[in-house]
């Protein structure tokens, strides 16, 4: 699947946030819990869509997409 915005190829995997920490992009087969640091989940092969504190919430959810590495575009899956 292209991106809708630049063409580049959008790449499948997991959006995860918890407890107000942030919006993260994991790709597929990537673990939860190692996301104390944006160092961290890039060290995994994953992306920092949305730092600490910018989305609030005591619950911890996930949700299947594709993510632009490039211009950082989500396509949920719903």
Not at 51 to 58: E, K, M, Q, S, V
Not at 73 to 78: A, F, G, V, W
Request: hydrophobic content about 30%; glycine content about 16%; aromatic content about 8%.
């Amino acid at each position: 699947m292209n991106c809708p915005s630049c063409g580049k190829e959008m790449e499948r995997g997991s959006l995860y946030t918890e407890l107000g920490r942030g919006l993260f992009f994991l790709p597929p087969g990537g673990k939860v819990g190692f996301w104390d640091t944006k160092r961290s989940v890039e060290q995994h092969g994953g992306i920092v869509l949305d730092g600490p504190h910018h989305i609030r919430g005591n619950d911890r959810a996930t949700v299947h997409g594709y993510v632009c590495r490039a211009c950082k575009k989500i396509l949920l899956e719903y």
